[in-house]
């Protein structure tokens, strides 16, 4: 299942070294992640402390441990917005096939 996840990066009590360091961390693992075809698509928000993923969940399950405990950043990260999408080629079809 894939996800459009747009995300804010909430500094809270941090200091900027130590969201330099939780941020580094998450790179980290965000370009793991993007290998292992978990994440098809990183994007920095230019100016902002916000990220858009598009995520390749398996479950929602899922979903929720990793955005929820899973992520270096997870305390400080703010969901804005969680949508599910699928691939634009797979909608084409079902409207060439009026979906039936």
């Not at 200091?15 to 978990?38: G, I």
């Not at 994440?39 to 929820?68: P, W």
């Amino acid at each position: 299942m894939l996800f459009l996840i747009k995300a804010a990066v909430i500094q809270k009590d941090l200091s900027m070294d130590e969201l330099w360091e939780k941020w580094e961390a998450e790179a980290k693992l965000c370009l793991k992640a993007v290998e292992r075809k978990k994440i098809i698509g990183a994007y920095k928000i230019s100016g902002q402390r916000k990220v858009v993923l598009i995520y390749n969940a398996s479950s929602h399950d899922e979903l929720d441990r990793t955005f929820m405990a899973g992520l270096p950043l997870s305390e400080y990260v703010e969901i804005e917005e969680m949508l599910p999408i699928r691939p634009y080629e797979d909608f084409a079809i079902d409207v060439g096939n009026r979906w039936k």
